[in-house]
């Protein structure tokens, strides 16, 4: 299967009306269209691979024409050329000497590089008959360190380091396996409190979800105080004392502003405060976790960081205390991989962002791989879950006592129902005929 040559590469547009329920609605983006740029990679041998990266409607069709740009770097090798010098190739797409203008690795062009390598990786673990997750926790230490791209990220962390990490990992590795086949991962859930919804349907959502074993529940935050102090106290009282409580403002404010208006939270001991301020602010973000550490509240930043040298400058500055990686706005597998091990050795935990159609999905496999195979550990550790959407995949997470279960198809969950996507797709799918704007 290794040896299959890609003789194409597709890309669709594909939308989802979620504003209409003010799903996703945040203080930054109020009527979110859960979308993805789908990518399928087909080979001579049958053998196909399937990647996405998330958007929110308007501009999909901005990252599909970056996605058709890459193609050509693609279409015509073959996958064993690209698995045995993955770093190269990672490079490839993203240090063309004209096409790294409009990057380099950040923005569109990351978006659709993502998109892309999502759909190798996923080509790869199929080649091999495995989830991706246990490709990665399979992989000789020697050859995932080579899947990486090292550059600009030396001076926080060598190869050799990274390769002491995974080393140090293989310790109690098969046991921890076996512990995330029988319990699953850690999640915790930010379906209950999109900012857009009415007090009546988040009590409604919150008290479900304690009876579904929910304990770590996350709040959309940022445009009005004193209604964030009244939401707050009323999810407070629903969930209790003892359950786990974060808030998300999605950038909202400047720095001063932020340090003012988690303080006047602080009451209800949020865990964390996630993406307070601009997500290119690394000295903002610094400023803003030295003020909050007296009150116990952490900064979560990251699925708007643009590359694994952003999350470097973040780790660097003691600029958050809670890593949040995402499978679709970094390089794909190859720039996660660095981000997890920086993070193991800054001693900051890793809580994956998941809040978009797929994400889910995907990121359950980096946080499987990241909890066997580097960090070893659970302490303040869980990743996103969003319930919506993921009846539209073929391989959709498996969620039980909230937590994630492991997958067992091969692949990285990334393949989504043909009809779903036919329906979705934009603006020529049923879903979208007779809708504004199309």
């Known amino acids: 299967m290794l040896k299959a040559k890609i003789t194409r590469l597709s890309v669709s547009d594909v939308r989802f009306p979620t504003s209409l329920e003010q799903h996703g609605s945040d203080a930054m983006h109020t009527d979110p269209d859960y979308s993805v740029a789908y990518v399928v990679i087909e080979t001579d041998g049958g053998l196909k691979g399937y990647g996405l990266t998330f958007t929110l409607g308007k501009g999909t069709e901005i990252v599909v024409c970056a996605v058709e740009a890459l193609s050509a770097f693609v279409v015509g090798t073959c996958l064993e050329e690209i698995v045995s010098d993955f770093r190269a190739f990672y490079r490839l797409l993203t240090s063309d000497g004209q096409m790294r203008w409009i990057g380099p690795e950040k923005g569109v062009i990351q978006l659709a590089t993502a998109a892309v390598l999502n759909a190798v990786w996923d080509l790869w673990a199929r080649a091999e008959g495995k989830p991706l997750w246990k490709l990665l926790v399979d992989m000789d230490a020697k050859k995932l360190i080579s899947c990486i791209d090292f550059r600009y990220i030396t001076d ?76 707050c106290r009323l999810i407070r009282q629903i969930i209790g004392p003892s359950n786990t409580l974060m808030i998300d403002a999605n950038q909202r404010w400047d720095v001063g502003e932020a340090v003012t208006w988690v303080t006047s939270l602080a009451e209800f001991q949020p865990l964390w405060i996630e993406e307070p301020t601009s997500p290119d602010d690394i000295l903002g973000h610094a400023t803003i976790s030295k003020a909050l550490a007296p009150l116990g509240i952490g900064v979560a930043t990251g699925e708007q960081c643009h590359n694994r040298v952003m999350f470097k400058q973040l780790l660097q500055a003691s600029a958050l205390q809670f890593v949040q990686i995402d499978s679709c706005r970094l390089g794909s597998v190859n720039e996660n991989l660095a981000v997890l091990l920086m993070a193991c050795k800054f001693q900051v935990p890793v809580c994956p962002h998941a809040g978009g159609v797929g994400l889910c999905e995907l990121v359950q496999h980096l946080i499987l791989f990241d909890y066997i195979s580097v960090s070893a550990s659970l302490h303040n550790r869980m990743c996103e879950y969003v319930d919506h959407l993921h009846e539209h995949f073929k391989s959709p997470v498996e969620i039980q006592n909230a937590h994630y279960m492991p997958p067992k198809d091969p692949g990285y969950s990334t393949e989504m129902l043909e009809e779903s996507v036919l329906q979705h797709q934009y603006p020529q799918g049923d879903v979208w005929q007779g809708h504004p704007g199309c």
């Open 156 to 231: 926080a962390l060598t190869e050799q380091e990274a390769l002491d990490i995974l080393l140090k990992g293989q310790e109690g590795k098969r046991q921890r396996e076996e512990q995330m086949l029988k319990e699953g991962y850690p999640a915790y859930t930010t379906s209950c409190a999109w900012i857009g919804y009415p007090d009546q349907q988040l009590k409604q959502l919150c008290t479900e979800a304690l009876k579904d074993g929910w304990t770590r529940f996350k709040v959309k935050v940022g445009v009005d105080l004193q209604d964030d102090i009244r939401r």
